[in-house]
């Protein structure tokens, strides 16, 4: 199955996040006094992912938040004594925290972030597809919805999912793995593993391209390429270090570099020049030769947060996320497993 995003509503959110105002001074010291003042009051925290408008990470981390990859997220979660959790990112990270801390109020600033991943692996075509392999192991990514986290023995993010597999391989098991086909080809061609793949992928990072980059490359020869797992084989064959948002943070910090090209959401910057303010940091290429369309490197939905609707959120208490109880409990097994993996 390829991605089942429909063009007219990829290009609707594109356009939000076009038309979204940027923060005069004035403006984003009012926005951000109130967010502060309305998560002391109602006793909340801010859990934002490294994708997220960077004004939005800055307030996570001033009003001690957790920003971070989706794996941390939901562990902050469960750790936070925090009464309510208002999630930046997309709508199976507010899911997963729902899920892991069911006596907490989740509430996301808009509902409309979703994922390419999990829009690509509905839950009805992914049981069919279990049922006709009925020995495997089923090892579904965190970008998934609560129905199929509900059906899946592991739930695994890129920060662990080739331990996991590994470990699985160790024990004799077979594997169906879903829902991205480029993780999935990175995690069976390291381990070797018996894998049976569902085909979907992630719009942005399916998106970089191999030739642009071996053309970055040659322009800036020093540069290192840092590349996350959900991008083409052949553009991770080109990296000095493959891994999740929190592993190429860490290895920019480690290797030995002086400039980075980066294939993976741009929205990550802020933390890269944060942690290595003296480093230089490049976008890796997302058009081929000769494309009309050049796609911007930002996840369409991530790009839906902002502090306008964060704050919105946390006055009307709405977009508050909700899993069935049935659902809850199925997911919390394999949700569980991931955490104290
Ligand atoms: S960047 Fe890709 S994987 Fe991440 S939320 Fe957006 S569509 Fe999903």
Redo the contacts with the bound molecule.
Sequence with gaps: MNNVVPNHLLKKHQKNILNEKKYNSENLQTLKSSIKKLLKDKNGVLISHY?VDHEIQKLTEETNGCVSDSLQMAKFGQETEADLLVVSG?KFMGETSKILNPEKTVLMPTLEAT???DLGCPAEEFKKFCDQFPDREVVVYA?TSAEVKAMADWVVTSSIALDVVEHLDSLGKKIIWAPDKHLGKYIETKTQADMIMWDAS????DEFKFQGLKKMKKLHPEAGILVHP?SPMEVIELADAVGSTSQIINASKKLDFKKFIVAT?KGIFYQLKKESPEKEFFEAPTAGDGAQCRSCSQ?P??GLNSLENLEKTLIEMKNTINVPEKITLEAQKSLNRMTSF
């Design positions: 994708y997309v994922c390419s991943l970008n992630c719009v942005v990072h959900e959401d996840c939905w991530m």
